[in-house]
C-alpha cells in the first residue's frame, strides 16, 4: 500500500485502515476454524492475546502472527511499520498477564519484553520466515519491541 509522502504512515494507516473491524472478523474466522483466519492471514499462525487497556481497564483482543518455536510464543509489536508502538503493546507493558488463545487452546501467559541480543536475535527469525516484517522494522525510526509470551504454571 502506498501513501502520499506528504503525509505521515501512522495517519494514513489510521485514517484508510478499520482495525477494529478487521480485528473483529479475523476473530471470528480463527475462532470458526481452530486459528485460522483468511485474507492477508492466510497459511499464517495466529494467536489472539487478551490484554487489559492501561487507561481504561477494558478486555481487548488482539489478533497477532506470531513466532512459534521451542514451545516458545513471540509476539511483534510492528504496528505495520509506523512511528508508534500498537496500543495493545502499551497496555502489556501496563497490564503484563494476558490471556492467550493457540488454535483451540486458551492458557494464561505472562508478556515479557525481550532486549538486546535476545530480541534482535528472534526478530531476525521472525523476518526469516514472515519477510514483511523486516519491511515494517525498515519503516519506522523506533526499534520494533518482541515480546515472550510465557505461560503461566498450571
Partial sequence: MEWPPEQSYDRFV?????????????????????????????????????????????????????????????????????????????????????????GTERFSATARTLTGSERDAIYAAQCAVEPQFADYQRRTKRLIPVVELVRDSA
Avoid: C
Fill in 14 to 102: 489510521t485514517e484508510h485502515i478499520d482495525f477494529d473491524a478487521m480485528n473483529r472478523e479475523v476473530i471470528r474466522q480463527f475462532r470458526e476454524t481452530g486459528g485460522k483466519a483468511d485474507g492477508a492471514f492466510t497459511g499464517k499462525p495466529l494467536v489472539l492475546v487478551h490484554h487489559i487497556g492501561a487507561k481504561s481497564g477494558v478486555e481487548r483482543i488482539a489478533p497477532l502472527v506470531p513466532l512459534l518455536t521451542d514451545d516458545r510464543i513471540y509476539v511483534f509489536a510492528s504496528k505495520g511499520g509506523a512511528d508508534t508502538d500498537p496500543d495493545w503493546y502499551r497496555n502489556l507493558v501496563a497490564n503484563p498477564h494476558v490471556t492467550v488463545e493457540l
